[in-house]
């Protein structure tokens, strides 16, 4: 099962790496990668390829196809941040891996995607803590093609620049995570994933949509700021929206209230459901009953 600790879980978590730059960018390095590294990506990425059709949202096959990707090489951000320029103005920018709260978010804000420019080793397909370029590449990268999903996540940068001055970083990751990361969104022909979580990993792509375990809940802000998720494992739910366009209105929001009535309620666990929730399908939580047992 592909697990891999997501930009977002690295609150509270010391950087791994010493960064070469202030910004904490380096280059990519793609002569370097060797053909083994080349051959992972290719496994990983064929393997992907042939699963998400019918599974991933209209939006991200139709970034894939536009972006300069293939599964015979890793790709190289430069050529990747020529289209990604032209069509959003975002660019990609390599890092070591994790980076601090106020680096990522600034990049964030100023359209520049952190993406790690190592991969994963061959025995590690379906664990990876860390972030890798295929998770960041892969995951995230053809989601930026997207007009809404590119201002959705400036808008995210420069919201999480203002919580973490707030002090209420927690509340806002929870949103990161439930959208950018494991989110799924209603298509015409059913339920679709968007979030870079699920779509980069094999197992969670079948999970979050065909296993009978998970609930799988209309998105509410408040709501969705008070649960907290599941960095181990599958999540216990997966957050519903109607339409890539809703996530937009979030960018409009003034969330200062809204972190305020948050803190004074109570936390929810993974796998709550409530009384007022929009319920598309209540999960029979076994595949994490079992886990526990």
């Not at 930009?7 to 010493?18: P, R």
């Not at 964030?108 to 995607?113: H, P, V």
């Not at 007009?147 to 973490?164: E, F, H």
């Not at 699920?198 to 799988?216: D, G, K, M, T």
Request: charged letters at 25%; glycine letters at 6%; a negative charge.
């Amino acid at each position: 099962m592909q697990r891999q600790l997501n930009e977002v879980v690295k609150h509270g978590l010391a950087a791994a790496h010493t960064p070469e730059r202030a910004d904490w960018t380096t280059d990519q390095g793609w002569d370097r990668y060797t053909a083994e590294e080349h051959a992972i990506w290719k496994t990983l990425y064929t393997r992907q390829s042939k699963l998400l059709p019918g599974r991933a949202c209209d939006e991200f096959v139709q970034g894939m196809q536009a972006l300069p990707l293939g599964a015979e090489s890793i790709p190289d951000f430069r050529r990747l941040s020529d289209v990604l320029s032209k069509r959003t103005g975002w660019q990609v920018v390599a890092v070591p891996g994790l980076v601090p709260d106020e680096v990522f978010f600034d990049h964030l804000a100023n359209r520049r995607f952190p993406a790690g420019q190592f991969i994963r080793r061959a025995d590690q397909l379906d664990y990876l803590e860390e972030p890798d370029v295929f998770h960041d590449v892969f995951g995230h990268v053809p989601m930026l093609m997207h007009p809404v999903i590119a201002d959705y996540i400036q808008a995210y940068g420069v919201g999480g620049l203002r919580a973490q001055r707030l002090g209420v970083l927690t509340s806002l990751a929870r949103v990161y995570w439930y959208t950018v990361e494991f989110g799924l969104v209603e298509q015409k022909r059913g339920l679709r994933i968007y979030g870079s979580g699920i779509v980069s990993s094999y197992s969670e792509s079948l999970f979050a949509l065909e296993n009978r375990s998970p609930n799988r809940i209309r998105f509410n802000l408040e709501r969705v700021m008070r649960t907290q998720y599941r960095i181990d494992d599958f999540q216990e739910t997966y957050f519903v929206i109607r339409n890539l366009d809703e996530l937009l209105e979030l960018a409009h929001v003034d969330f200062a209230p809204i972190y305020e009535r948050v803190a004074r309620l109570t936390e929810l666990e993974p796998g709550d459901v409530l009384s007022d929730d929009t319920v598309l399908t209540r999960g029979d939580r076994s595949y994490h009953a079992a886990r526990r047992s």
